[in-house]
């Protein structure tokens, strides 16, 4: 008897310390579901085990940056799967303050370039850390969640925000993410896997 196997879904694994980067990851998950394409989103902090990634059409890996790192979450788990990464279609969706503030037209045009080659630094940091590169990379701006932060670390964000030309009101959360990008995101892990998505393994039982 010959039976079909459609591929799994889309892995989606998000690391975040304020919750920003797990709403991306779900607007993610959304958009890939409006087109068709299911997923499954797991807080790789949470749940260090996640899945194997060779059970999925295509992996995304959504990681916060904080002072030029990622989540050590995230490369762990990237250390830990790096060869089954590599055979796989993979995304990294970094989320930074630097990234927003490459887009935030209160900064000045010297400002913005120092921002984006900031973020461009932490990309470049998590590969040589976990000696991958992923197949596609989208920077994308995070936010300011002033209002969640403890006393001390909220001083020393609105100092760093100040200097490098990113919202500094502290009594309120902001939220900088171009959220508009992740469409495209969407779009470019449809066509990729749109192919793996619909073929279908034949085998005999």
């Known amino acids: 008897?010959?039976?079909?196997?459609?591929?799994?879904?889309?892995?989606?694994?998000?690391?975040?310390?304020?919750?920003?980067?797990?709403?991306?990851?779900?607007?993610?998950?959304?958009?890939?579901?409006?087109?068709?394409?299911?997923?499954?989103?797991?807080?790789?902090?949470?749940?260090?085990?996640?899945?194997?990634?060779?059970?999925h059409a295509a992996i995304v890996l959504a990681g916060s940056v904080h002072f030029g790192r990622h989540a050590r979450a995230l490369s762990t788990y990237v250390v830990t799967n790096r060869a089954a990464l590599q055979a796989s279609l993979t995304m990294l969706v970094s989320v930074s303050m630097?990234?927003?503030?490459?887009?935030?037209?209160?900064?000045?045009?010297?400002?913005?370039?120092?921002?984006?080659?900031?973020?461009?630094?932490?990309?470049?940091?998590?590969?040589?850390q976990t000696r991958f590169r992923p197949k596609h990379i989208q920077l994308i701006g995070g936010g300011l969640p002033y209002t969640k932060l403890g006393f001390f670390k909220r001083q020393l964000v609105r100092l760093m925000a100040a200097q490098q030309g990113g919202p500094t009101d502290p009594s309120r959360d902001h939220d900088l993410t171009v959220w508009s990008v992740l469409d495209s995101v969407a779009d470019t892990l449809a066509r990729a896997i749109r192919p793996e998505v619909q073929r279908t393994v034949l085998f005999a039982t």
Not at 103 to 128: E, G, I, N
């Open 1 to 55: 008897m010959r039976r079909t196997m459609h591929a799994e879904p889309v892995l989606i694994l998000f690391a975040t310390r304020e919750g920003h980067t797990a709403r991306i990851a779900d607007r993610i998950a959304t958009l890939l579901a409006s087109r068709d394409i299911p997923s499954v989103v797991e807080d790789i902090s949470a749940h260090p085990s996640a899945p194997d990634p060779r059970r």
């Open 98 to 128: 630097n990234e927003a503030i490459a887009h935030y037209t209160k900064a000045t045009a010297v400002q913005r370039a120092a921002a984006r080659v900031r973020s461009h630094v932490a990309v470049d940091a998590f590969c040589a």
